[in-house]
């Protein structure tokens, strides 16, 4: 359970990787895989949204576009959480990681 901010940040921010996912990561395919999973954790939880595209050309260091960095602002400013993405030949990793049990309430 999120309080109504917080979980609309989530979606937002999810709902964000899975856009850049569907209109990058397929460059010259007819198709791909995008992956969602939530992991609900004692004190902490992830949502992972994977795919095996053809992963990002930018270097780990370098800022991402506009929407990796509203992804980063969600994440930081509204769920406390952190923000990380890996990207190789075989596909692009983003993990969105904040605080919170799993099945409390708000």
């Given at each position: 359970m999120l309080p109504s901010r917080e979980a609309t940040?989530?979606?937002?921010?999810?709902?964000?990787?899975?856009?850049?996912?569907v209109k990058h990561a397929f460059a010259g395919r007819d198709r791909g895989r995008i992956n969602v999973q939530l992991h609900?954790?004692?004190?902490?939880?992830?949502?992972?949204?994977e795919d095996d595209g053809v992963g990002?050309?930018?270097?780990?260091?370098?800022?991402g576009g506009i929407?990796?960095?509203?992804?980063e602002t969600l994440v930081r400013e509204d769920l406390?959480?952190?923000?990380?993405?890996?990207?190789s030949p075989a596909g692009t990793r983003a993990v969105i990681r904040?605080?919170?049990a799993a099945g409390t309430k708000p």
């Amino acid at each position: 359970m999120l309080p109504s901010r917080e979980a609309t940040s989530l979606a937002l921010a999810t709902s964000e990787l899975v856009q850049n996912a569907v209109k990058h990561a397929f460059a010259g395919r007819d198709r791909g895989r995008i992956n969602v999973q939530l992991h609900l954790g004692a004190g902490e939880s992830e949502v992972i949204v994977e795919d095996d595209g053809v992963g990002f050309a930018q270097p780990p260091t370098s800022p991402g576009g506009i929407g990796l960095q509203l992804v980063e602002t969600l994440v930081r400013e509204d769920l406390k959480g952190r923000f990380d993405s890996t990207a190789s030949p075989a596909g692009t990793r983003a993990v969105i990681r904040f605080p919170g049990a799993a099945g409390t309430k708000p």
